[in-house]
Every structure is written in C-alpha cells, then in structure tokens.
C-alpha cells in the first residue's frame, strides 16, 4: 500500500501562523522533505521547527527546485524530485512536504503533485495562509471590499501589462524586475504598500511608493489600491 504525499502550507514566516493540522502531520509523520538543497536551509524548515522543535529528529529529505526558464532542466529537476518522495511512499510511509504560504499559490509542490497523481500516488493538500493574507493584514489594509477584483500576479514574469485591469493588484516575486514595477506603478497613480519578508525577523514594512527600495529581495510583495489615474 503506498505512502500519501502531503503538500503542507506553514504559512509567511510567523511560526504561530501555522495551522494545528499542519503542526499534527509533522509530529504524526516520521518523513519530512522540504525544498532546498539542504534541510537546515530550507525557509520552510526554519519556520516549522520553531513551531515542532521534533522536527529536526524527524528524516528530512531536502528537494532541490531551481528557479529555472529553461523547460528541459525545469522538467527533469521536477521528476527528480518526486523519485525523491516515491522511494519512500513505495514504502507505505507517507511524506510531508512543508512548504511557504499556501500549497495552491505558486508552490514548488504542485509540479511533484501533478506527477505523483499521474502515477497513482494519494496526495492531499493543506492549506496555509498565504503571504498576501499576511502582507495586509501586518499593513492593516484590506486586499477587496464591495465589488473589487483583485489580481494575483507573479511580477517578475508580468511587467509591462501588470496594471491593465481595474481592481486592486497583489504583485509576487517582484525582486529582480522592482525598478521596472515602481515605475509602472508610479505611473498607474495607485496607492502602493510592501512588506518584505513577512513575519520574519528581518521584515520590513514600507507604506508609500517612494520609500521602497529598487531591490527588497526575493520574499518582497506589494499591495497596489485604487482606480487607474484619469487621464
């Protein structure tokens, strides 16, 4: 009988964000993987052993996800990673793969998720806040009331029509392209807020446009409000 593959949301980075399901499953499950190239510096381990300080007794299997655009190496790394998990769910153990914010937002998890389920392997999902939820609710804002549409969208791959719609804008992975995206945002006359690593202990919290910086690093999300500017 195989194992089950759990993909497990630990939330933003305030370990007491961490749903008790997530916290149950950890301390049930003897095999833990996270994404990186080693355990110890996995984010994602970083914030889950502080909840389950058992944690770092448990099997950890570190899973490599490179950022990479290049669709041959993305692809191979991907099945690697799921032999990865398959050598222990062929075991009847089940694998609890911890990850950042939400399983269902832009996780490394799903493409391991899509595999497995294509070759008959159980996986479940459980939920975590996201790093938006938590951005706004540190900025004290609301991310959509009344009839607002809001817009998730990964920034680094979206620049130039990033701001086309009405609604409100919660713009992700924007490091490496953040002087591209002010600009547009200063051009969209929206109200702009960021948060940069967010529940962390190095988080920063700026609540204008003019006091972010060109580079916030890879845990940095913004949170653009208001009508496009009349022209």
Request: proline residues 5%; neutral net charge.
């Amino acid at each position: 009988m195989k194992g089950t593959a759990y993909g497990v949301g630990v939330g933003p980075g305030d370990p007491e964000l961490m749903s008790l399901k997530a916290v149950r499953l950890i301390r049930e499950n003897e095999v833990i993987a996270v994404p990186g190239k080693t355990a110890a510096g996995s984010v994602a381990y970083q914030i889950a052993v502080q909840a389950v300080p058992e944690l770092a007794k448990k099997e950890l299997v570190p899973v490599e996800m490179p950022m990479t655009k290049d669709l041959k190496r993305w692809k191979a790394e991907h099945e690697k990673g799921a032999k990865q998990l398959k050598r222990y769910l062929d075991q009847g153990k089940n694998v609890v793969y911890l990850t950042l914010g939400d399983p269902t937002i832009y996780c490394s998890f799903s493409y391991l998720q899509h595999i497995l389920e294509e070759e008959g392997y159980p996986v479940e999902l459980v939920s975590g806040i996201t790093s938006f939820c938590a951005a706004a609710a540190r900025l004290k804002t609301s991310l959509a009331e009344w009839d607002e549409a809001l817009h998730i969208l990964p920034a680094a791959y979206k620049t130039k029509d990033t701001l086309c719609g009405q609604g409100n804008y919660v713009l992700m992975k924007s490091g490496s392209h953040l002087k591209e995206i002010k600009e547009t945002l200063r051009q969209s006359g929206r109200q702009v807020s960021a948060v940069v690593n967010c529940g962390m202990e190095n988080e920063k919290v700026y609540h204008a446009l003019e006091e972010i910086p060109d580079d916030m690093g890879y845990f940095s999300l913004l949170i653009a409000k208001g009508p496009l500017k009349e022209e």
